[in-house]
């Protein structure tokens, strides 16, 4: 009786593990149930991955996979993180067969450095796994396997077959389109413009803000609001109020853009940020800060879109 007892227990407790696992499997599974994962790209240094989440495109399993890698392969304008499949290496074809994904490249993958081979098959392997159609991913060079250092063929990868390699991976990113106003070149107002940036998902948006204010506007009319050389000390907001702290070198920023014209164009950019109603600007750190009053000598400004001009 005692051993019949053991061995039911023994046969629910693996049944148990059995049925964990399996729900463990299925949740890493649903990733693509909100429509999102992240698509592994390196950074601009080429030393890391980048994630960045992303809806993949196609009403297949091939077609996602056919978008997915060509979005690995192209060259990207953000400056921020680019592609990890070399313009070189060439995708053959690939073949889905049971959540089997093999995939053949061309002899120029034999070219790449050790760094940059591994970086790629990490990136590829991490991204393509999370689709629900594919379990693992295999390299072939053409028609043969791919080899490591010893020259054994490396099989199918996972997502766990690189978690040694990667604790440096760069944080996740999301896409997000701001409304920006910049300064008119001339100085004469603020032209209005959405971008579309990718941002880091640990940084505060209003953050981001000011960091998509240091580029170059779309707008062939319109300025930088915050060149190089200013540099932005912190941010917070609290109750509505977003406290901008930026170094004295705003006031020397030059070109024919006003002072009033630049702070304007970081309020108007970030009171269209659902938390932030006004905005206090700071100039300098320690003794030497001062907050900067607006015309009508209150210690915080509120959007003024009326210097929102057509270019």
Do not use: W
């Amino acid at each position: 009786m005692k051993n019949f007892l053991k061995k039911s227990a023994y046969i629910l407790l693996c049944m148990t593990l059995a049925l964990s696992l399996f729900s463990c499997g299925q949740k890493n599974k649903t990733k693509l149930n909100k429509g999102f994962i992240k698509v592994y790209y390196l950074n601009q240094m080429k030393t890391a991955l980048y994630p960045v989440t992303e809806k993949p495109k196609g009403n297949s399993a091939r077609k996602r996979i056919s978008n997915l890698l060509e979005e690995l392969s192209s060259p990207k304008s953000d400056k921020d993180y680019t592609n990890s499949i070399p313009d070189q290496v060439i995708i053959r074809n690939f073949t889905l067969k049971k959540k089997q994904l093999v995939i053949s490249f061309s002899h120029d993958y034999e070219t790449l450095t050790k760094v940059e081979e591994v970086l790629l098959r990490a990136s590829v392997v991490k991204t393509l796994v999370q689709l629900p159609e594919v379990d693992s991913v295999t390299f072939r060079i053409v028609d043969e396997s791919l080899l490591d250092s010893a020259g054994n063929a490396i099989g199918a990868m996972t997502d766990e077959s690189f978690v040694d390699d990667f604790d440096f991976e760069q944080d996740a990113t999301k896409a997000v389109t701001l409304t920006l106003y910049c300064p008119a070149s001339d100085g004469s107002g603020l032209i209005k413009e959405s971008r579309e940036a990718h941002i880091n998902e640990n940084v505060p948006i209003a953050q981001a803000v000011l960091s998509q204010l240091s580029k170059k506007p779309d707008s062939k009319n319109a300025d930088v609001t915050l060149p190089a050389s200013v540099k932005v000390l912190s941010v917070n907001v609290n109750d509505g109020i977003c406290y901008v702290d930026l170094d004295s070198s705003l006031e020397n920023a030059g070109g024919n853009v006003p002072e009033n014209m630049r702070i304007y164009s970081i309020v108007d950019s970030l009171c269209q940020l659902d938390q932030i109603n006004r905005v206090q600007i700071i100039i300098g750190s320690g003794d030497d800060a001062k907050v900067v009053n607006d015309s009508k000598n209150n210690s915080t400004y509120s959007p003024n879109y009326n210097l929102v001009v057509s270019k």
